[in-house]
C-alpha cells in the first residue's frame, strides 16, 4: 500500500506561482512512476505531468513551458513547479504513484486545492 500526502496548494494571482508537493510512504519510491492530475469542476479529471524513474517526464500541452515536475528519491518526494499560472489552472491537483510490474498505476493523494484568481 502506497500513501500520498500532497500540500502546497492555495490562492495565488494570475502571474504567480506554487509548488506543490507529495510525500510517498514506501521504500522503494524510486521506482515509482510519479504524476500530477487535476480535475476542474464538470469536468474530467486529465493528466497535467509525470516522471518516471529514470527522470523522464511528460506534461500536458497546456502546462508546457510554465509547469515542472521534479522528483527527490532520498525524501520519497514529487514536486511540481507552476509559474504563469492562468484562471484555467484552478483545479483539485491530485498526486498519483503507478509501481511499474505490479500494474497498480492507481495509489492516489486526497487533492489539494489551486485557485488562481484576482
Known amino acids: 500500500q502506497v500513501q500520498l500526502v500532497e500540500s502546497g496548494g492555495g490562492l495565488v494571482q494570475p502571474g504567480g506561482s506554487l509548488r506543490l508537493s507529495c510525500a510517498a510512504s514506501?521504500?522503494?519510491?524510486?521506482?515509482?512512476?510519479m504524476g500530477w492530475y487535476r480535475q476542474a469542476p464538470g469536468k474530467q479529471r486529465e493528466l497535467v505531468a509525470a516522471i518516471t524513474s529514470g527522470g523522464s517526464t511528460n506534461y500536458a500541452d497546456s502546462v508546457k513551458g510554465r509547469f515542472t515536475i521534479s522528483r527527490d528519491n532520498a525524501k520519497n518526494t514529487v514536486y511540481l513547479q507552476m509559474n504563469s499560472l492562468k484562471p484555467e489552472d484552478t483545479a483539485v491537483y491530485y498526486c498519483n504513484a503507478g509501481i511499474p510490474f505490479t500494474g497498480r498505476y492507481d495509489y492516489w493523494g486526497q487533492g489539494t486545492q489551486v485557485t488562481v484568481s484576482s
Open positions: 514506501g521504500s522503494i519510491f524510486s521506482i515509482y512512476v
